[in-house]
């Protein structure tokens, strides 16, 4: 133990003494350890903050939809399916038909394209909107196929000046039909945060909320669906959730085997995210890994020119009796010593560079910042002072002594 603190303490003088020589050697490893840490905490920041998001948007949501070949079929599914859905299957918290259709209407402030969504109660939980004047529809709007509906406050401001606009009527022309409906609600939508919006269309483009029994004035067969959207529980199990609903419609319509129903599950849908995230992150991270590699042959380079200017110090311990093995281990401990103090300002530059670049105003999230991943760069800077300084101590500790007094 004591041999290995004096070869410690000899390598550190050395350092010292050679400082300038010694940041530069360090520089390389500095650079990439740095980086490193630097890309892969924002990397697991960011698809930490967009799972974030992603979950709040569609987290525990299910898509249902009839396949061509159901609807070659016209295996269609039914109002009575979707109350089997919610009574049977654990974890379902609502259902909600989907109809989708694109109209027009005319206010003082111009012309509108209309984007229509017929959906059930459960859209307003789909749609995340937040109600901030009068009301979304109810069953009972659905029942009675209520001409009604509900639009966001941005959109009422384009449309009429101003978001104080319920009770008022409007009328939207769809598919060579005309209906008048009356605005009940003004709704925004829930914070998504900043990395993800919900927001699409120009400033001409409307979207709007109406009972999915209100579009049978634009021609639609309101009995029959071809898609749908199930809410679950947060805890529930989509997939399982959503592999029991297909059963479900499979029992009721008698088409089991068959490929009449499909369904995208958004746990899926995160997961395929993820996998991509993290082939990203991990690729740019390699390459940024590249740095060590070029920072190892520094430290190997510099170990060598240390080799040859202490030539004949090596030669006279090695003639007062030191062993081949503390030769090598004085020149080890050396470049151990520089890839671990560059490893060890890498790491601190990693970390600070990860809170800065996450603190930019547009981005806006905490880095994620995993001690596995410091652990990793530590032994892995280690390592490259190890592996890298093997040459040169080897090539110090097997110099002869008498040709090494001999150099100059």
């Known amino acids: 133990m004591g041999q290995t603190f004096e070869y410690l303490k000899m390598a550190l003088q050395n350092i010292r003494a050679n400082k300038g020589r010694s940041l530069l050697t360090m520089l390389g490893i500095i650079i990439g350890i ?5 890309i892969m905490s924002v990397g697991a920041g960011f698809k930490n903050e967009m799972n974030k998001q ?5 987290g525990g949501q299910i898509y249902l939809y009839l396949s061509d070949e159901g609807q070659k079929r016209e295996e269609y599914m039914t109002e009575d ?7 049977k299957i654990d974890g379902v918290t609502g259902t909600s038909p989907v109809f989708g ?23 307003q939980e789909i749609s995340k909107w937040k109600v901030v004047r009068g009301r979304y529809f109810n069953q009972s709007d659905i029942d009675t196929a209520n001409r009604v509906c509900v639009v966001s406050k941005k959109d009422a401001i384009s449309m009429f000046g101003t978001d104080d606009v319920v009770g008022m009527n409007i009328e939207i022309a769809s598919d060579n039909s005309t209906g008048d409906f009356q605005i009940i609600g003004i709704v925004e939508q829930e914070n998504l945060g900043n990395m993800v919006t919900m927001e699409y269309g120009d ?21 029959s669906f071809a898609y749908l959207y199930i809410t679950t529980d947060k805890s529930a199990d989509t997939g399982k959730v959503a592999n029991a609903a297909i059963a479900l419609l499979n029992q009721l319509h008698y088409s089991s085997g068959e490929s009449y129903y499909d369904m995208e599950n958004f746990t899926d849908q995160m ?7 993290n082939m990203i992150t991990g690729f740019i991270s390699l390459v940024a890994g590249i740095s060590l590699l070029v920072g190892g042959i520094g430290v190997m380079n510099i170990m060598l020119v240390s080799v040859t200017e202490r030539t004949r110090e090596i030669g006279i311990r090695k003639s007062l009796g030191a062993k081949t093995s503390s030769i090598m281990m004085q020149f080890l401990a050396e470049s151990a010593i520089i890839a671990c103090i560059g490893g060890l300002i890498g790491i601190t530059i990693g970390v600070a560079l990860a809170y800065a670049v996450c603190s930019i105003p547009t981005l806006g999230f905490t880095p994620g910042i995993k001690l596995s991943t410091i652990l990793l760069a530590t032994v892995f800077s280690s390592g490259i002072g190890i592996v890298f300084g093997v040459y040169p101590a080897r090539k110090a500790a097997k110099l002869s002594p008498i040709e090494a007094l001999r150099r100059n």
């Open 34 to 38: 740095s980086s490193v840490i630097t």
């Open 54 to 58: 992603l979950d709040s948007i569609a």
């Open 81 to 87: 399916d979707f109350a089997q859905i919610e009574s």
């Open 101 to 123: 259709a694109a109209g027009s209407t005319k206010t003082l402030k111009g012309e509108f394209t209309v984007n229509l969504t017929g959906g059930g109660t459960a859209q």
């Open 203 to 223: 400033e001409q483009s409307v979207s709007m909320d109406v009972p999915y029994t209100a579009m049978d004035v634009f021609g639609y067969d309101t009995s």
């Open 271 to 277: 997961s395929s995210i993820n996998d991509m995230l």
